[in-house]
């Protein structure tokens, strides 16, 4: 099996003030301009169109998908409670997601990890994308040859969207498939928490790393920006 949802209870029961702190959604603001369509793909909760609402002034429109049925339902009721407009989610898995309109800005963030091929989404999303849209990722990357597909087995359960993928092997195969791929550097400082399956920050050279006790991998996040 390619990809298995489990719900992310971190995500689910934080308040959504929680995520602004999230230095990501400020990177995504900057990409939003005046009557853009945006696709938010596995948008949870819809934590992204929150902080787009307190931190944008001009009308952009949204649809949100995410196969998780909890957070879909989450979404529904706070947006509709707060009449915040012009927005839509989906419950849907993404690999079966289809729409007649293509959008300006398509994100998917913290995903890709989910999948042990990512090839395939790539393309699939390219095609939901305006001439000049753009596909913005945000996901951790490593710096050797081979990607890792990793499942942790925690409390007899397994856990999906761990996955490392080399950033040279993601890097040969999006060449493949746009023409414009900046890849940036995504630093972030992160306290050491007590749990050893999250992330943490660890220098190394002067360098900043990640590092997760459980896997004992070092990773970087990137966001990556595509073009047709
Ligand atoms: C780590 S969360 C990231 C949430 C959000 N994009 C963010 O950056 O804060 C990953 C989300 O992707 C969703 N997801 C995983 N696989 C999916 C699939 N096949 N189809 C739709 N959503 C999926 C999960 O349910 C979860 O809400």
Redesign the pocket.
């Known amino acids: 099996m390619e990809?298995k949802?489990?719900?992310?209870k971190n995500?689910i029961t934080r308040p959504y003030k929680s995520?602004f702190k999230?230095k990501?959604?400020d990177v995504i603001k900057k990409y939003i301009k005046k009557d853009q369509t945006i696709l938010?793909?596995?948008?949870?909760?819809g934590?992204?169109l929150y902080f787009l609402n307190k931190k944008i002034k001009h009308r952009f429109n949204y649809v949100g998908?995410?196969?998780?049925i909890k957070?879909i339902q989450i979404a529904n009721n706070f947006f509709k409670e707060n009449s915040i407009n012009r927005y839509k989610f989906i419950k849907?898995?993404?690999?079966k997601?289809k729409s007649k309109n293509l959008f300006d800005l398509i994100?998917?963030?913290?995903?890709l990890s989910?999948?042990n091929d990512y090839n395939g989404i790539l393309r699939k999303f390219k095609n939901l994308l305006k001439k000049d849209g753009t596909i913005l990722i945000?996901n951790k990357f490593h710096s050797g040859d081979d990607d890792l597909i990793i499942r942790l087995k925690k409390d007899k359960i397994f856990n999906?969207?761990m996955n490392i993928f080399s950033k040279k092997n993601f890097i040969k195969n999006l060449k493949n498939n746009f023409n414009k791929i900046e890849f940036q550097r995504f630093n972030i400082q992160l306290k050491r928490k007590i749990n050893k399956f999250n992330t943490k920050s660890l220098k190394i050279n002067k360098i900043n790393y990640f590092y997760n006790d459980a896997l004992k991998v070092l990773y970087e996040f990137y966001y990556v920006s595509l073009k047709k």
């Open positions: 990809s949802i489990y719900e992310n995500y995520f999230y990501r959604f938010d793909v596995g948008c949870s909760k934590q992204l998908i995410d196969d998780c957070s849907k898995d993404l690999l997601y994100i998917i963030s913290g995903v989910y999948y945000f999906y969207g």
